[in-house]
């Protein structure tokens, strides 16, 4: 018996249509789920609408340990059987099918939208129907002396957008409802329009702190589908430019918890220090977030010999100045007292939910598309992956300092040892009827942007996932059986992004 | 209790003096555009318009062709009108004053409550920056807060996405009169790079915005020039 299954692709690297096999959605849903038990995880599940009101669904399942990447697909119409009955890692997934080409998964299943706006890929054949954007339905926990509190979409901070509903006893979460879609933007559509260039824009817009993380991603399928191969020297210089991104928002990130438990010293010097690695990037792109440097086949600006050996010195000045800090910072008992058992997210849950990035390094899952997936400069120059154990913010601070302290060595040994050469080379037409799947290591975890042409070469789908859509459900989770008060502390210990996940 | 002296001394913390010295952003800093020979009297009229309200700022927007506009690292760029924003070859009419009623009333506090509406986030992490030990904006009296009624004036950013819109609306109407609005970033001034998008509704029109301050982020010296220039304390 010649059961098909999944079809072993590489990051970055472009599959024919044709190849990936098309399995019927009983079969598909439950080869998802045999492999969701069998160490893979799903990476990304995404609907694209086809002619005769049919709907291809797209699973991608990596094996982080074993570095493989899979695909196949499922051709539905708009009710089928869902495939989050079976396998539980496609809930999300499903929900935003549901939402973005108005199928209707049939079966016991939540389908609470996940952004609120009316359907976007839906086959043009399917009846719509979108309520209003406001209708949504929150879980209630009944019982005496339960109550709710309801916070956001306008926060006290200055933060982004995003509404939490905590069902409490005195000061304990029972649950934590998270909504989120008030960054909606209609990232998506905009990425699959005509105008390339404008593609580029909007791919730097995804979400503000991972500029360089998202445009990599959105370049590197595109230069896969032109089979366009970056220089060696291109590549460093978007290794460099990814780690100061990493470390500007993990040391900017160390500051805030620092401000959110009133550690004071620490919070004022790590801002300071958050943005002297955006003046670096402001130093080789003219934007403190790097924007105009990620281009297709390479980067729009090179580092001259002159800037490099300014950059060593100040990186070398940084690692001086942060190290101080960092100690300063985790030797305060008054801080490790706060940070110790709280939010904890368990090795379990991150194995089950698939969640990644620092979140799933600080339980001992040590997920790292750097190093499971190797792509551009990763290949030659490998950072070690950071890892911690207790799942708590103290761990998931912890990964951040060990990153912190490696992507310095990176950034300094790169910028030292340039590859001669060009930094920007061609980047024509893409491949007709084909898919690629690019993951890139963002500071959050997972980037992946997936790309499919049509049969003259156009971008007919091109799906973003934000580590954030993985992640979010992590701290709902977390809060369960904390208290009220230390929701700052345990939100910003994850740092998810809302325009990441709304996209 | 020694380390945390040490560590004190170690880092050399200086705010940024405003207004700040140009000179020293990077050479690729991108501020506002000009035009290479606009002194040359023939050359003005054929000037090219620059919208900043629409620019992103990108290195491909002006090229040698547009009479060599180029990005200068001139960081001021606030204007109280949309229309100022509108340049000819990059000539800017730079944001005037509050009217001294307005400006007695704030006295040296202005305190400001922030609305992300459908943003990439970058805006807002530049607010941010703005209450860092380097761009301290509460030297000036200028402060955010929690309290839409606390607040002297709203800063919106973003597109205004349709999910965002009524939130925004309710946060302003909260603000306790007289108010200010200031429109942080091309995704508010123009819709940005998202412009178009049926989930961009834009600033309503019974939000009148004071102040436009463009840039995609602006950079904290653009949005803290801008601040001081309604204040009435840019020098």
Same mark, same amino acid.
């Given at each position: 018996?010649?059961?098909?299954?999944?079809?072993?692709?590489?990051?970055?690297?472009?599959?024919?249509?044709?190849?990936?096999?098309?399995?019927?959605?009983?079969?598909?849903?439950?080869?998802? *789920? #045999?492999?969701?038990?069998?160490?893979?995880?799903?990476?990304?599940?995404?609907g694209t609408p086809e002619a005769r009101a049919r709907l291809t669904l797209v699973g991608v399942v990596a094996r982080d340990d074993a570095g493989e990447l899979a695909v196949a697909s499922s051709v539905v119409g708009q009710r089928y059987p869902s495939i989050s009955t079976r396998c539980r890692q496609a809930m999300r997934f499903e929900r935003e099918i549901a939402e973005q080409c108005a199928a209707r998964p049939q079966g016991p299943v939540s389908l609470k939208p996940l952004r609120r706006h009316p359907p976007d890929h839906a086959p043009v054949e399917w009846s719509i129907t979108f309520r209003d954007r406001e209708a949504y339905s929150f879980d209630e926990v009944s019982g005496e002396e339960v109550h709710e509190v309801a916070v956001g979409p306008v926060h006290a901070g200055v933060i982004e957008p995003g509404h939490f509903r905590f069902q409490a006893h005195g000061e304990e979460v029972l649950a934590l409802e998270i909504v989120l879609g008030y960054q909606h933007r209609g990232v998506e559509r905009l990425l699959e329009g005509a105008d390339r260039n404008r593609a580029e824009l909007v791919a730097e817009s995804i979400a503000g702190d991972s500029v360089i993380g998202?445009?990599?991603?959105?370049?590197?399928?595109?230069?896969?589908?032109?089979?366009?191969?970056?220089?060696?020297?291109?590549?460093?210089?978007?290794?460099?430019?990814?780690?100061?991104?990493?470390?500007?928002?993990?040391?900017?990130?160390?500051?805030?918890? /620092?401000?959110?438990?009133?550690?004071?010293? #620490?919070?004022?010097?790590?801002?300071?220090?958050?943005?002297?690695?955006?003046?670096?990037?402001?130093?080789?792109?003219?934007? !403190?977030?790097?924007?105009?440097?990620?281009? %297709?086949?390479?980067? #729009?600006?090179?580092? @001259?010999?002159?800037?490099?050996?300014?950059?060593?010195?100040?990186?070398? !000045?940084?690692?001086?100045?942060?190290? @101080?800090?960092?100690?300063?910072?985790?030797?305060?008992?008054?801080?490790?007292?706060?940070?110790?058992?709280?939010?904890?997210?368990?090795?379990?849950?991150?194995?089950?939910?698939?969640?990644?990035?620092?979140?799933?390094? /600080?339980? =001992?899952?040590? !997920?790292?598309?750097?190093?499971?997936?190797?792509?551009?400069?990763?290949?030659?120059?490998?950072? %070690?992956?950071?890892?911690?154990? #207790?799942?708590?913010?103290?761990?998931?601070?912890?990964? !951040?300092?060990? *990153?912190?302290?490696? /992507?310095?060595?990176?950034?300094? =040994?790169?910028?030292?040892?340039?590859?001669?050469?060009a930094v920007r080379v061609g980047c024509g037409a893409l491949q007709p009827s084909e898919l690629v799947v690019a993951m890139e290591e963002g500071w959050r975890g997972e980037i992946t942007h997936i790309v499919m042409t049509d049969a003259e070469g156009r971008v007919r789908r091109h799906k973003v996932v934000d580590p954030s859509f993985h992640n979010w459900p992590a701290l709902a989770g977390a809060m369960a059986g904390n208290v009220i008060s230390d929701f700052p502390l345990c939100n910003k210990s994850f740092n998810l992004s809302y325009a990441g996940h709304d996209l | 209790m020694l380390d945390l002296l040490r560590t004190r001394l170690r880092q050399h913390i200086e705010p940024v003096a405003m207004p700040a010295d140009a000179a020293a952003l990077p050479p690729r800093f991108r501020g506002r555009p000009a035009v290479r020979d606009a002194s040359d009297a023939e050359n003005r009229r054929s000037l090219p318009v620059i919208d900043l309200g629409r620019s992103v700022f990108a290195p491909e927007e002006l090229s040698e062709d547009d009479h060599g506009a180029v990005f200068t690292r001139d960081y001021r760029m606030a204007t109280r009108t949309r229309e100022a924003l509108m340049t000819t070859g990059g000539e800017l009419a730079l944001a005037a004053a509050l009217d001294a009623r307005m400006r007695a009333l704030l006295g040296r506090s202005l305190r400001l409550r922030s609305v992300a509406a459908g943003s990439c986030g970058g805006c807002e992490a530049e607010l941010t920056a703005l209450g860092n030990v380097v761009f301290d904006m509460a030297r000036f009296g200028v402060q955010f807060v929690a309290s839409p009624r606390h607040a002297d004036g709203v800063v919106v950013s973003g597109i205004v996405s349709a999910n965002m819109r009524d939130a925004l609306e309710k946060t302003y109407n909260a603000v306790p009169d007289p108010k200010i609005v200031i429109a942080v970033g091309a995704c508010a001034i123009s819709g940005g790079v998202f412009a178009g998008s049926p989930e961009a509704s834009g600033i309503p029109s019974s939000i009148p915005v004071d102040l436009w301050i463009p840039g995609c982020p602006p950079h904290p010296l653009t949005i803290l020039d801008g601040l001081l220039r309604l204040l009435g304390r840019a020098t």
């Open positions: 018996m010649t059961q098909r299954s999944f079809l072993e692709i590489s990051n970055r690297r472009g599959t024919r249509l044709a190849d990936i096999p098309a399995l019927q959605v009983e079969e598909f849903a439950t080869q998802l *789920e #045999a492999r969701t038990r069998d160490g893979w995880r799903i990476v990304a599940l995404f998202h445009a990599s991603a959105a370049c590197g399928a595109i230069e896969a589908l032109a089979r366009s191969r970056k220089t060696p020297r291109a590549q460093a210089i978007r290794g460099i430019a990814l780690e100061l991104e990493r470390l500007a928002n993990h040391i900017g990130d160390l500051g805030a918890l /620092s401000g959110d438990v009133a550690f004071h010293p #620490a919070s004022a010097y790590l801002a300071k220090l958050r943005g002297e690695c955006l003046n670096l990037l402001m130093t080789i792109s003219g934007n !403190r977030y790097g924007r105009g440097l990620i281009r %297709p086949g390479g980067v #729009a600006f090179d580092i @001259p010999d002159e800037m490099a050996s300014e950059i060593v010195r100040r990186v070398e !000045r940084l690692r001086e100045d942060v190290t @101080p800090v960092l100690r300063l910072l985790f030797d305060a008992t008054s801080v490790q007292s706060r940070f110790e058992a709280v939010g904890v997210v368990t090795q379990d849950e991150v194995i089950a939910n698939g969640y990644v990035g620092p979140v799933a390094r /600080s339980c =001992e899952v040590a !997920r790292d598309v750097r190093h499971d997936f190797a792509y551009g400069v990763y290949r030659f120059a490998q950072i %070690p992956v950071a890892r911690a154990w #207790a799942g708590d913010v103290q761990a998931r601070a912890l990964v !951040r300092r060990l *990153e912190i302290q490696r /992507s310095i060595e990176f950034v300094i =040994e790169q910028v030292s040892a340039l590859p001669r050469g | -």
